[in-house]
């Protein structure tokens, strides 16, 4: 059985898009017919409210309090609202995970449990997507030892540039090596904030990262989703940031083509 693609959804300030990306890429994938697993590692549990998941008696949590712990448990199907999503499941988060993730640090293998809980999926995913949080702990070192692709939303506030430096340092930190694919997504575009995203486009630049070309623009109807715990490409499927994020999949799927695993 093949391996899946792990991509994680990263930045270290908050409110960039980085749940709306992970939910709008799943969706996509998902739409495509690409068996996706959305794994949320945020205690906040955002993404898992989104996908009507928000409330489950396992989560995350559960691998991290008991490495042994039977993962397929912990595997739902994604909803919107009542209705399950095609080829979409979910491993949910909640508040508990923030206490856990600290006290698996006894573990002499904590730094493999998210991986060593994957290995024992029972059902094939083409696609697992990773929520992370802003801060780094050990669940999200454990995803970020194991992530194939990085993908950084910045919203076009200077702020969510200026932290990707230091990720980048924890990656290479915690993979002992300089070798991981990633790129930034911009979000949340809009034309006439022409001045802020003048100045964070030139940092960027600067700093020569890498970008994707297609670039997510504002919608009032996005944040609406959140707000009704939506995902929101399916809340809102007319709107230009459905377009932007399926043309974003294609682009990630070129990407990934050529990425090392
Ligand atoms: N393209 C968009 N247009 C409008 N609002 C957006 C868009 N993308 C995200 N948002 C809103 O921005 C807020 C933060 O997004 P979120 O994905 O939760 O960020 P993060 O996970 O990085 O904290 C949410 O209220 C969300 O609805
Ligand atoms: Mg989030």
Excluded: W
């Excluded at 409330?55 to 691998?63: F, G, K, P, Q, W």
């Excluded at 950084?152 to 200026?162: E, H, L, N, S």
């Amino acid at each position: 059985m093949k391996k899946p693609f792990i991509i994680s959804f990263a930045n270290s300030k908050g409110g960039v898009g980085k749940t709306t990306s992970c939910i709008a890429v799943g969706c996509c994938l998902a739409k495509l017919g690409y068996e996706t697993l959305v794994i949320d590692l945020d205690h906040q549990g955002n993404l898992s409210d989104d996908f009507g998941r928000g409330d489950e008696d396992y989560t995350i949590t559960d691998i991290f309090e008991d490495p042994k712990f039977d993962i397929n448990k912990i595997v739902y199907s994604a909803r919107d609202g009542d209705k399950e999503i095609s080829n979409l499941s979910i491993i949910p988060a909640d508040i508990t995970l923030a206490v856990e993730a600290r006290s698996a640090e006894r573990f002499r293998h904590r730094l493999s449990i998210l991986d060593d809980g994957l290995k024992r999926l029972v059902t094939h995913f083409d696609f697992i997507l990773i929520d992370l949080r802003p801060a780094i702990d050990l669940s999200i070192e454990n995803a970020l030892l194991i992530t194939d692709l990085i993908v950084i939303p910045v919203d076009m506030d200077r702020r969510a540039v200026k932290g990707i430096d230091d990720l980048f340092q924890v990656v290479k930190e915690i993979r002992r090596n300089d070798d991981f694919v990633y790129t930034l997504v911009k979000t949340k575009v809009n034309k006439s904030h022409s001045k802020m995203q003048k100045s964070t486009n030139k940092h960027i630049q600067e700093a020569g990262y890498q970008v994707a070309s297609t670039e997510i623009r504002v919608s009032e109807l996005y944040k609406q989703a959140t707000e009704q715990r939506r995902p929101s490409p399916l809340y809102a499927p007319h709107e230009r940031p459905y377009e932007d994020y399926l043309s974003l999949t294609h682009e990630l799927l070129a990407k990934i083509k050529e990425a090392p695993r």
